[in-house]
């Protein structure tokens, strides 16, 4: 993914338009189907109740986010860091808006921050990696309404 001023907002603010920081990479997966099985005594195989009321269930999905710091010196490096990576504790069940899906958006809840100094210029800047853990479902931003 080329570097561009798309990103993230949560809880009203944005990655780019707050923040001033280029969205780098994302990876947004798809949940996993859970499987709801059972074995009997003395059968052969397993049943499967994981349609039993009609429709799958499914397991959470990561969004994770990489953005590129790059300040004229450590502190405002650092300041810059610190001040995304406290925005990002704030999404507990929040609304996520990734610019990249603009029809939808995720409800999730912050998991982690990484980051990496660059290799290059170490002292101003680096890579910071945000991963955030969300219901299976997108919802539409028209509808409320759940798709996978």
Same mark, same amino acid.
């Given at each position: 993914?080329?570097?561009?001023?798309?990103?993230?907002?949560?809880?009203?603010?944005?990655?780019?338009?707050?923040?001033?920081?280029? $969205?780098?990479?994302?990876?947004?997966?798809?949940?996993?189907?859970?499987?709801?099985?059972?074995?009997?005594?003395?059968?052969?195989?397993?049943?499967?109740?994981?349609?039993?009321?009609?429709?799958?269930?499914?397991?959470?999905?990561?969004?994770?986010?990489?953005?590129?710091? $790059?300040?004229?010196?450590?502190?405002?490096?650092?300041?810059?860091?610190?001040? $995304?990576?406290?925005?990002?504790?704030?999404?507990?069940?929040?609304?996520?808006?990734?610019?990249?899906?603009?029809?939808?958006?995720?409800?999730?809840?912050?998991?982690?921050?990484?980051?990496?100094?660059?290799?290059? $210029?170490?002292?101003?800047?680096?890579?910071?990696?945000?991963?955030?853990?969300?219901?299976?479902?997108?919802?539409?931003?028209?509808?409320?309404?759940?798709?996978?």
């Amino acid at each position: 993914m080329t570097i561009s001023k798309m990103g993230v907002e949560i809880d009203g603010k944005h990655s780019y338009t707050d923040f001033g920081l280029y $969205l780098a990479d994302r990876k947004v997966t798809l949940p996993e189907r859970r499987a709801v099985t059972a074995t009997v005594p003395f059968m052969s195989g397993y049943y499967d109740f994981s349609g039993l009321y009609g429709e799958a269930a499914y397991d959470s999905r990561q969004l994770i986010y990489t953005f590129d710091i $790059l300040e004229d010196s450590p502190e405002e490096a650092e300041a810059v860091m610190n001040a $995304l990576t406290a925005w990002a504790m704030t999404a507990q069940e929040s609304r996520i808006y990734d610019d990249a899906d603009p029809d939808y958006y995720f409800v999730g809840s912050y998991t982690s921050a990484q980051y990496t100094p660059d290799s290059e $210029l170490p002292e101003c800047g680096g890579e910071l990696v945000l991963t955030f853990t969300a219901q299976p479902y997108r919802y539409s931003r028209t509808t409320d309404e759940g798709v996978i």
